[in-house]
């Protein structure tokens, strides 16, 4: 069974950091691109962006470039997303997911002073 | 980027009334493979989405086939032949063949 669990969601205050954490399982993760999508409260999915099979190459979308970064660590079957700079805009749930057949539950991050 | 609309925003059935979303698109998704990257998603209250349409018309598996794709190019349509309860919630279309990727706005159903 596939299952994807997200991490290392909380509050934090505008122009700080965070990274979250998805762990895979159910499936051989090194072999899959991985992506992270986002949804504000109340609001629609937002694609962040994807990372290839080994690490190599991202794709991020331009509301959040230079600002995130996502890696992933085959060892440990899983996938990252480095926060920084963060705005109250960023205030969403962000979901991991494979192909987008598979999705986490999300974790809940929080922006604000 | 691509901009996907989906219309209408928001539909209020009857449990067994057919219903169609239309997904259009502001440029061609079919891609220079040969695939056109248009899936369909639905959202439940509090629950993540659940893919139910990939490559336009290809049923995931387990989907119940009231669920149906149609379209090409830049023209897309999700339809569910009888609705039931269960399939309350939003509905996202979301392309993967132009990077960055992007979802419709959403089409929220209603069972009157």
């Known amino acids: 069974e596939v299952k994807l669990v997200e991490s290392g969601g909380g509050l934090l205050k505008p122009g700080g950091s965070l990274k979250l954490s998805c762990v895979a399982s159910?499936?051989?993760?090194?072999?899959?691109?991985m992506h992270w999508v986002r949804q504000a409260p109340g609001k629609g999915l937002e694609w962040i962006g994807e990372?290839?099979?080994?690490?190599?190459?991202?794709n991020y979308a331009p509301s959040i470039k230079d600002r995130f970064t996502i890696s992933r660590d085959n060892a440990k079957n899983t996938l990252y997303l480095q926060m920084s700079s963060v705005r109250s805009e960023d205030t969403a749930t962000y979901f991991c997911t494979k192909g987008f057949a598979y999705w986490g539950q999300g974790t809940l991050v929080t922006v604000s002073s | 980027d691509v901009v996907l609309t989906q219309t209408p925003p928001t539909l209020s059935a009857t449990i067994g009334q057919s219903v169609s979303i239309s997904c259009r698109s502001s440029q061609s998704l079919l891609h220079s493979n040969g695939n056109t990257y248009l899936n369909w998603l639905l959202q439940r209250p509090g629950q993540p989405p659940q893919l139910l349409i990939y490559?336009?018309?290809r049923l995931e598996s387990g989907v119940p086939n009231r669920f149906s794709g149609s379209g090409s190019g830049t023209d897309f349509t999700l339809k569910i032949s009888g609705v039931e309860a269960e399939d309350l919630g939003v509905y996202y279309c979301?392309?993967?063949?132009?990077?960055?990727?992007?979802f419709g706005s959403g089409t929220k159903l209603e069972i009157k």
């Open positions: 159910g499936f051989t993760f090194s072999n899959y691109w």
């Open positions: 979301v392309q993967s063949t132009h990077a960055p990727f992007t």
């Open positions: 990372i290839e099979y080994d690490g190599t190459e991202t």
């Open positions: 490559l336009v018309s």
